[in-house]
């Protein structure tokens, strides 16, 4: 299939695709990539609950516009994600979320120096969201899910 046929998923998951074929970097991606997500949310939960909604309702928006399959595997995650946010201990939200965010971040970035190609983000803002469903789609693949 020629680009101006391909899905704009699929465009996009070969271009964020393109700095992370090192194995080592695909399975920093793995942990990292969900460990930034729930701390990210974690830390916009501290500040109010509201404001991490905000930000998965608007990624489920993105999601639903780039792939039904995509979208209903990240709505299970994020969703899971909330329920452990949820039943966090407060006390212990913003400290545990903040360490996790920056070990994650220096183990991406540990990542891409074993890869040596730049974050797919520095070129395009986008792939912060696209990050999620590339590590997503080694899921579906190991069962077999078309996304």
Do not use: T
């Amino acid at each position: 299939m020629n680009a101006s046929h391909q899905r704009q998923i699929d465009v996009l998951l070969d271009q964020y695709a393109e700095s992370h074929r090192h194995p080592a970097n695909e399975w920093v991606h793995i942990v990292c990539v969900p460990a930034i997500m729930v701390s990210l949310l974690g830390l916009l939960w501290h500040a109010h609950p509201g404001a991490a909604f905000a930000l998965m309702g608007a990624a489920m928006i993105y999601y639903l516009r780039l792939s039904l399959p995509f979208a209903c595997g990240m709505a299970v995650v994020l969703s899971a994600m909330a329920a452990l946010l949820y039943w966090f201990p407060a006390q212990w939200l913003f400290q545990f979320s903040l360490v996790v965010f920056i070990i994650a971040w220096v183990g991406q970035f540990i990542g891409h120096e074993i890869e040596g190609k730049k974050p797919a983000f520095f070129d395009d803002l986008r792939f912060f969201l696209i990050g999620p469903l590339f590590v997503l789609g080694f899921l579906y693949r190991r069962f077999g899910l078309r996304y």
